[in-house]
């Protein structure tokens, strides 16, 4: 089955590297459906049971946006607690629909990589402060797969830089 890629970000047609992720990703629909969360939900109003049957269509899901004030934007956190509920994703009754499925992320963070150590600016690893997502993901016993990030688009990232990741990202997404 295919890889459901949720893209949330509020001005993709603006974004450098995430708009040039997503249309990468989408020269290969065979492999990977793009699912943007603003495109299809421009009111905020989600469709929860289109959304849980669209993630039970396919094996992994894969969350993709701008990693900006440590967390992910407004509306990808309303679509986690909107569909991620209980009977479904998680808990006694069912809950199930995660369960094995392979997850991940895919990030594009502003500030440089040696900013996200213990010893640097801001004193955590991107990994620490991604770690709520991994944490749900367990706790609806997800198979979390860690996460894909292209660090300091702040400071500008090059056509090489953004290339370079482009082929990455989708080896990381091919990989899961």
Partial sequence: MKTLIIVTHPNIETSLINKRWVDELKKFPEKYTVHELHKAYPDGNIDVIK????????????LQFPFYWFNCPPLLKKWLDDV?????AYGSN???????????????AGIKKEDYTEEGKYRY?????????????LYCNADYRSFFALYGAESGTSESELENSVQDYLNFVDHL
Avoid: C, M
Wanted: aromatic share 12%.
């Fill in 51 to 62: 959304e849980q049957q669209l993630i039970e269509s396919h094996s992994n899901l894969v």
């Fill in 84 to 88: 991620f509920t209980y009977g479904w």
């Fill in 94 to 108: 069912g809950g199930d629909k995660l369960k094995g499925r392979k997850a991940a992320l895919a990030v594009s």
């Fill in 125 to 137: 690893t991107l990994e620490q402060l991604l770690s709520p997502f991994e944490t749900t993901f």
